[in-house]
């Protein structure tokens, strides 16, 4: 019927139908939308609003099919539109609800995923209204699609346990547990935000409804008297979504409220709300919360003992016990508002409480349990009833599995699960770091577990799994292994890990380990180290419950008795302590972080005298690595504080490079799968090239990627550009130019493409096709086909009009094919084993691009890993197989033992075929520091068979120096390591080592293994004979 009309007319004709009240109109206006051009589509994405929320089924079956044309017309706009087809889904009619189920399943899965990426990274805003609506949009898409939430849950539960707002930490509780305790109806009445995207604290007016009234009230950050007053108006509404409302807001206002009392004597709330704390309504979870709410308000008002307890013993312990998880999280959240009352009587009749209940049980309910759980034993000083048992990683269902194992079955299964970690799917690493736990804990003493492994899951980009390490480590304390003090001091960083449940983990773990073990505290390093991290922590932590670990922690180590109380003293008093802290080396981090949280409330503040006072404390002090951490503050205060400046200068004629222990935090945050942390990062950087300091290889290798990869976010791009453009290397110039090339290139061709063809498109066109598919963190690169000649064809090696871009994407998507096992890259890595490794041979040892030197030996390591003896057969049949000696000397730097046994396997076959170990010191140094006892079996034993080829017999001087290693690992190693290494001098000839070397082997003669004194008898004989003849 349109289809020959005017695009102005198309426009003016939905212009006038979309205004009418008639539903024919708006269902005219529901076909004429998805006829509109591009512009004029812009122009009326508004109005999409009105159509969607008409509740005739002939408009919104038309809107649906409108929107479906749009988005197979323009990709781009599916961010906007795809959230009322989402909407639909839920709260519509059946008709309704089926067709827009049938439009989302028919999308690219990559559209949804960018959906999700993008609102992800909206969570983290400090604009309550912008992360409202990012929740809510992410709420609607998992009602249909949870699958795609999978990387948000980390978000949504930090969201949950600990942000500001209640009603942010509702709404993403009830997306977590799939909205089973908390009504799907609660995003519904929300999502009047999402429709009026410019909705927010200055939008409350006449015209909106009370509910909206409410929400808006409730996301301001803040609210005057009058608005208060308003409130409270409803805190007892019959309708329990207007007195939830009320009652979070009140909650979170309690300051405002306290002052409003005391000015308005006739005004009662105490009486408004008493009464609903015994109402015998059914408990729900939302019953439980506006309880929760209604009592921390009026404990903040006025509260009688006798009153307290009689709540305590009847409503709460209701609670507390209740099967539901979320019932029973509010009942641990009140015992914990009466706990800071800190009244004995109170707490003597919560701990009776605990002590009758099964403790572990309600714990693990759920993660909001175990954390508001913990928080109130801490509180209560019973350390003694925390144990590994109460996380809610322990699985009893597994420990019944666990008790049917054997010893040598459990033993196999572990080692079956340390390798299934290192899968790249966080999730599975999380249920696998679960099962690790569980492992440990049900066979403490027949698993030798490896501190590697430990420490790569407390090393984890991501929360969760790292929260189990933390969980861990209180496993193998509380277990009865054997805990190295090696172990000991590297977790110690744990205290720094930017989310508190991995902080308050950790700082329990060694108040039980101080507790359990005080002679570890004789160990200086421990000591001076555990000292510096919980005094930090207790100077600076945001969280309440991990400063009170450390005081308490603080107090078992006698010289940390004058930092006690530190909160209760005035400014000059913290001086004084900070100063005398600076006397002990260990507590300079302390002073630094203290300074610098305080530094960041003060220019948050605009409190200039304050500033001054400590920037001039600084000023005095020999600026140590420690002070680095202050660097952020004193480039933001430069301008307007001489003093900063100078400070900025002294750092710059200290430090010519960025400090390491800065540099690591900073690479942490870089990794962070958290949006906000890894935009603070970059910035930190630009910062510091802006003062002329260098970064390392690391950090600019991914600033590079953040460049080459859409973002989560466009800030991320922005500001990587602008370091790459102050980087002068060849290769931050050329992605420089070929990022502003390509955005170029976008913009003039103004359509997006999902077919990519490697063979047929150019560069810029490949970009372009691929551009949906590749954010940063979510790459779906095996959707690409590709043959290794169609990357050799790309690759900017081959000439310099080829993309460097272009060639590093290509060569992800390569190593992501041959990852998921593509079975043409696997024919042509077998047909063409010669192009296909002198080719990756180049890629890795050009100079002029190290992010793709560095990628090129990623991609080598999965070929080894996915293709067994490739790598030797190809070295092998090289027509000059020794060019590829330095390859194999840096595969023998991974640490990753498949790589370097390939590495030593092929080493061993070309010493075989006559290269001579003794040309090549740097090499055999490297395989002789590969014999030990920290390596794996395998790796030493291939190892030693490299040592016994080589024919260093022939050099006198090389023999030497290998026998000397040798014995000194003889020194420190285990039996049937020994053995291994004395037959070096069976195969080598006993008789030609110095006689001072032969006098320290021969002291192994007494060894108390018969086997080992028999070897070494064996060979003083044949010494003596070879001598005497």
Known sequence: MYQSTDKNDLAALFDKYIESDNYKDKTEAAKILGLLDEQALDERMQKIVILNSDPNIAVLLNLLSSIK????????????????????????????????????????????????????????????????????????VSMHTPRYLKNSLPELSMISLYSRSELLRILSQAILDEFENIPKSIIKDLKFLIESPDANEDNLNAENDLLKKLVILNLKNEINEDELLFILKYVDDADYRIALLSAITLKKHQKLLKNLIRSKNELDVHSLISGKLYESDEITAINALLAFSYLTIDMNLEMDTKRCIKLIENQVKEYLTHENYLISFYGFEMLNSFVLLNNDELNLSIEKILENNDLGKLFRKNNLNYYSGTRLLVNLGRYDLLSPEKNMYFDEDLMIEYSELSKNRAIEQFKNLEKEFKNEDWLYRFEIGKKIGNLLYAFPSEIDYKQDLIQTILADRVYLVRSIGAWILQIILERGFKIPEKLIIESIAGFDDPNMEIRQDCAIFYNKLIKKYPEILKNSEISSKLQGSLTTKYFTDHFTVIRTICEDTL???????????????????????????????????????????????????????NIVKILEFIEKRTLTEEYFDLFHELFKLKKDFEIAG?????????????????????????????????????????????????VSERITRKIKEFVIYPQATPKITELSLKILEKIDTEESKKIFEEKQELENYI???????????????????????????????????????????????????????????ITIILLDIFKANLKSGDTNLMYELGKYKKSVL?????????????????????????????????????????????????????????????????????????VKLKVKCTEHPEI???????????????????????????????????????????????????????????????????????????????????????????????????????MNY
């Open 555 to 609: 107090k078992l180590i006698p010289e940390s008795k004058e930092l006690i109380g530190y909160e209760s003293k005035n400014l000059e008093e913290k001086f004084k302590t900070l100063e005398k802290a600076l006397d002990h080396p260990e507590l300079n981090k302390s002073v630094v972080i203290r300074l610098k949280v305080k530094l960041k409330s003060y220019i948050r503040s605009e409190d200039s005298e």
């Open 747 to 805: 913009l003039e061709n103004n359509f997006e493409s999902e077919v990519v063809d490697i063979k047929n498109q150019t560069w810029q066109e490949i970009y372009f096709s691929l551009k949906y598919l590749l954010t940063h963190d979510y790459k779906t690169l095996n959707y690409v086909d590709l043959e290794f000649l169609d990357f050799m064809k790309f690759s900017v090696l081959n000439s310099e009009r080829n993309s460097l871009i």
């Open 69 to 140: 044309v749009i988005l197979l017309k323009y990709p781009k706009k599916a961010g906007k539109l795809l959230i009322h087809v989402y909407i639909n889904t839920e709260f519509s009619n059946h008709l309704v609800k089926e067709f827009s189920r049938q439009i989302i399943d028919s999308i690219n899965p990559k559209v949804i995923d960018n959906l999700v990426v993008h609102y992800n990274s909206k969570l983290y805003s400090k604009n309550n209204f912008e992360v409202a609506r990012a929740l809510l949009v992410l709420g609607f």
């Open 924 to 1026: 055999s140094k490297k395989v002789l520091e590969l014999i030990s006892d920290d390596k794996k079996w395998i790796i030493f034993k291939k190892a030693l068979e490299v040592i016994y080829s080589c024919n260093f017999e022939d050099n006198l001087e090389m023999l030497e120096k290998v026998s000397k290693q040798i014995i000194e690992y003889l020194k420190t190693s285990n039996d049937d390591s020994k053995l291994f290494l004395i037959k070096f001098f069976k195969i080598k000839g006993i008789d030609k080592i110095p006689d001072y070397l032969f006098d320290e082997l021969k002291t192994f003669e007494t060894s108390s293994n018969p086997y080992v004194s028999s070897e070494i008898a064996e060979l003083i004989k044949k010494r003596k004979m070879n």
């Open 646 to 694: 100078e400070l900025l200068k002294r750092f710059k004629n200290k430090f010519s490079e960025v400090p390491k222990s800065r540099e690591a935090i900073i690479y942490g945050n870089l990794n962070e799968m958290i949006i906000s942390r890894r935009i603070n990062a970059v910035n930190e950087i630009f910062e510091y090239i802006l003062e002329g300091y260098k």
């Open 838 to 910: 002198n080719n990756i041979f180049k890629i890795i040892f050009n100079e002029k691009y190290p992010l793709l030197a560095y990628k090129g030996l990623e991609c080598l390591k999965v070929i080894i890993t996915k293709k067994t003896s490739w790598f030797e057969e190809s070295v092998l049949n090289a027509e000059n197989f020794e060019e590829y000696l330095p390859l194999i000397s840096k595969l023998l730097d991974e640490n990753e033992p498949q790589i370097q046994v390939e590495a030593l396997e092929t080493l061993a076959s070309m």
